[in-house]
């Protein structure tokens, strides 16, 4: 086919919907340095109609003769009569909308979303968003994907292994369907491998008609149409293990993208969506080599989990940029739309679009509504750290995740003076060394070239009669990580040093010469004994000599950070961090071709391993809903580390901690929230009209508190639901603040009993206009309920919020299911309840593996 193979990267709890997209997928940081969402520029362009009823996932009733499709238990029953009527019911108002502007719609969202995308001029969006009934009217977007066994890191295998508690390794996630939205999947890999579908209802998955069909943990069915034969893709495709594979394509092809590089068909031609998919719910004992070399048995977090892929994300033709990648919102709400529709437990959304500005983002609302709908969604915090407020996803309805560090393959760099630093190499093998003598790339120039380019290593820049025979220092920065390697090869050096020059991760790749990537901590000592000494030599080993273990788990430097400037900060992101620096899992390969598999770093990586956790804890508690998952996972955290090994507690990289599956079945007390709650926060905010009482953004029942504004004292109030008996006993520590819990003890009789209490902030030496941070903890014997607390103290009272005042410009919507935004509101029946910078563009070999810088 002359493809390239790259390694790269519901809403409207009725009408919340403001649109939702694809974020920049990244480079291996699956990369540094992504590019925000861009509008599809053209006199006749493409856009997304949404319009004001409830979609079917949050439907409540009040359309004549349609009954209500929103459950009351938060679990969709996609397949039911009630459904597929009122889906019919949407279709047709969505036709008569678009005839009457004289426009043919393409994709129809009914389940997520109440919308459609069609093609039209400027003057026929304008009428579309003048037209009774229709919501808003947004140009579709494009984005870009978000690039030891962490298993076992994790505490998943082995003799007493959480894997053993749920039943072994067949019951780890049994009866769960996690649906990746990303890049689509590479059916051969072993990850992905199961029977044949036979055509008999029962406990596997099995075909009836052209539907797969699954009855799933919490007693409702998976139902997902096969593809038919397409681009490098079969039926006989699908198996008991991969479940479900659709892509969407009408939005990058409105675009003129040619898919040329890409396949047009559910089949990866990035190798993100594959990395993701193994990651969170891949077979277990899958043997992986890269580049020859075997690296062992490899396992997703949840092995006995389903897959279903919907692929929206292509690459473009050039392996080393991701400009020419493409992620068009309508293919990504088509994407969410399909994934809710067909019935998974689980989604996680590898993707990133920069800092966040809003917690009602697109995306953020279609998420909305699939969290109502009963989904866990697992989001990518972004790699565009260490800088502060970096972070996308702002949301509390879905988990953004932060990346960190977990034991990866190192070597070691030795110099005559003593010098010895280690850091990440797969290229120098075990028990192999190179000695050479060793010059920093900035100080051998080629002729004609920029000193600040060679020092980077671009392709050409270097001198080669002065780097033959050398090892050569590069810095970490600009290009693709193993382009500088091969920068290096083509001026005749025979070895690299990679060093970074800020904090950031140090990452395994496969080089073209043999290489040590190492710490920025290192740099000013190597380069005094390189630029200072005549005749410097260097060694690198193909193992840490250096006697000191790596500390981890360290928050990636990449790892985007809060505090979140969206919507007055009341909301502290990342939530949690979990493995994402250096990830084996499962790539792409041409049909009929052999598996592959890669190395990746990036949020893209840390999110899947949050979602297949989640699809274990859903294993066993199949009608957990999604705010009790999170709130396990947050109370049970752990903190991270720094470079020395001390505790790293900044709640803005690390969220409440490193996850630690170890205990999350266990946690104590939960912060459950949902719909009716998450609808009086965004009330609360002004950002929506839903007729509800507002409350503070703080006062949300979340497992954390954040306050972006306290000029005066404040309390907040929460609510927790027990998962034992006993006495809890609080404690609380936040610098520069007064903060007072009442009650200070909370006693259960039993599991299921829920109580409130209330934390009061006052400022006292904390200063102004500056984040403080600490820790709210409830003790109770040996079981430890831990939340992250953020608070900035202000100078001036910040602007009281607005309640119900709803966006500017915008109409009455119907958020809560089957009541208009302009009538009294009843709540009663809502449970109470991808290449640096970011998560990486659905990539390329070069920029996942190698990642920008």
């Not at 579908?197 to 029962?202: D, R, W």
Request: charged share 20%; glycine share 12%.
């Amino acid at each position: 086919m002359g493809r390239t193979l790259r390694s790269a990267a519901v809403i409207a709890l009725a009408g919340l919907f403001t649109a939702a997209g694809v974020t920049s997928a990244q480079a291996a940081v699956v990369g540094e340095g992504v590019t925000p969402p861009t509008p599809i520029e053209s006199a006749t362009g493409r856009y997304i109609v949404v319009l004001d009823e409830a979609p079917v996932a949050t439907y409540d009733g009040g359309e004549a003769g349609l009954r209500a499709t929103k459950s009351d238990d938060a679990r969709l029953d996609t397949g039911s009569d009630a459904v597929r009527e009122y889906s019919e019911f949407l279709e047709k108002r969505q036709q008569d909308v678009a005839a009457e502007a004289g426009v043919d719609a393409d994709y129809s969202y009914t389940l997520a979303v109440n919308g459609f995308s069609a093609a039209m001029d400027p003057n026929q969006a304008a009428k579309l968003a003048a037209t009774k009934g229709v919501q808003k009217v947004v140009p579709d977007e494009i984005r870009h994907p978000a690039a030891v066994p962490s298993t076992e890191f994790l505490g998943l295998e082995g003799d007493g292994g959480v894997w053993q508690k749920v039943g072994g390794i067949d019951a780890a996630g049994e009866g769960i369907v996690v649906g990746v939205v990303d890049t689509g999947i590479a059916p051969e890999n072993p990850s992905f491998a199961g029977d044949p579908l036979g055509t008999t209802p029962g406990d596997e998955p099995y075909l009836d008609g052209n539907d797969v069909v699954y009855r799933k943990a919490d007693g409702t069915d998976f139902r997902s149409p096969r593809v038919a034969t397409g681009d490098g893709w079969s039926v006989d495709d699908y198996s008991t293990k991969l479940v479900g594979a659709r892509y969407f394509d009408q939005g990058a092809a409105a675009t003129g993208f040619t898919f040329e590089a890409d396949y047009r068909s559910p089949r990866d031609g990035d190798a993100h969506g594959s990395h993701t998919a193994s990651t969170a719910a891949g077979n277990n004992g899958v043997e992986a080599s890269v580049e020859g070399i075997d690296f062992g048995a490899i396992s997703g977090v949840a092995p006995a989990a389903k897959v279903a892929a919907y692929k929206a994300c292509y690459s473009g033709p050039d392996p080393l940029v991701t400009t020419d990648d493409i992620c068009a919102l309508s293919d990504l709400l088509g994407a969410i739309n399909a994934a809710v529709a067909d019935g998974v437990d689980v989604i996680n959304y590898s993707i990133g679009g920069g800092a966040a500005t809003t917690t009602l983002a697109l995306e953020d609302a279609a998420f909305f509504n699939a969290a109502a709908a009963g989904i866990f969604v697992s989001v990518s915090a972004g790699n565009s750290g260490p800088d502060a407020s970096t972070a996308d996803h702002a949301s509390p309805w879905y988990t953004t995740v932060a990346a960190s560090t977990i034991p990866t393959y190192e070597g070691t760099v030795k110099l005559p003076n003593g010098f010895q630093a280690a850091g990440a190499s797969v290229s120098v093998r075990a028990g192999e060394d190179v000695t050479a003598p060793v010059v920093y790339a900035g100080d051998i120039a080629a002729s004609g070239a920029d000193p600040a380019n060679a020092a980077l290593c671009l392709l050409g820049s270097l001198d080669a009669a002065k780097a033959a025979g050398k090892i050569v220092v590069c810095d970490r920065g600009q290009n693709a990580r193993i382009e500088k390697s091969q920068a290096v090869k083509e001026a005749g050096g025979v070895g690299m040093i990679l060093v970074n020059v800020t904090p950031a991760s140090v990452d395994n790749d496969f080089h073209a010469v043999p290489t040590v990537h190492i710490d920025a901590r290192y740099r000013d000592d190597l380069l005094a004994y390189v630029q200072g000494t005549p005749d410097a030599t260097a060694t690198l080993i193909g193992e840490n000599v250096t006697g000191v273990e790596t500390p981890t788990p360290q928050v990636a430097g990449f790892s985007s950070r809060g505090p979140m400037l969206a919507d007055g900060s009341d909301v502290l992101k990342p939530d949690i961090s979990a493995p994402g620096v250096a990830i084996l899992a499962a790539a792409a390969n041409a049909e009929g071709a052999a598996p592959t598999f890669e190395f990746l770093s990036g949020t893209s990586m840390s999110s899947p391993h949050i979602a297949g956790l989640a699809a274990l804890y859903l294993g066993e508690r199949p009608l957990a809903t999604p705010a009790e998952v999170k709130s396990a996972m947050m109370t049970t955290a752990y903190d991270t580390v720094d470079v020395d090994g001390a505790p790293a507690q900044d709640p803005f990289a690390q969220g409440a901690g490193h996850v630690d599956p170890t205990k999350y079945f266990d946690p104590g007390l939960l912060y459950l929230n949902g719909p009716a709650d998450w609808a009086a926060f965004l009330q609360g905010k002004g950002l929506e009209d839903f007729g509800v009482e507002p409350i503070d953004g703080s006062d949300l029942n979340l497992a954390s508190i954040s306050i972006g504004s306290l000029a005066k004292p404040q309390t907040v109030t929460r609510t927790v639901t027990s998962t034992q008996a006993g006495t809890f006993a609080a404690s609380i520590d936040v610098p520069g603040l007064d903060a007072t819990v009442e009650p200070s003890t909370l006693t259960f009789g039993a599991a299921g009993e829920t109580q409130d209490f209330t934390v009061t902030f006052s400022r006292t030496t904390a200063a102004a206009e500056e984040w403080t941070t600490g820790f709210l903890t409830w003790t109770s014997g040996d079981t430890q309920v831990r939340s992250p607390i953020a608070v900035r103290p202000t100078t001036a009272e910040a602007p009281a919020e607005v309640s119900g005042a709803g966006l500017s410009g915008s109409t009455p919507v119907e958020i809560l299911p089957g009541v208009s935004g302009d009538l009294p509101l009843t709540v009663s029946g809502l449970a109470a309840e991808t290449r640096a910078g970011r998560p990486r563009q659905p990539g390329r070999r070069a920029l996942r593996q190698s990642g920008l810088g």
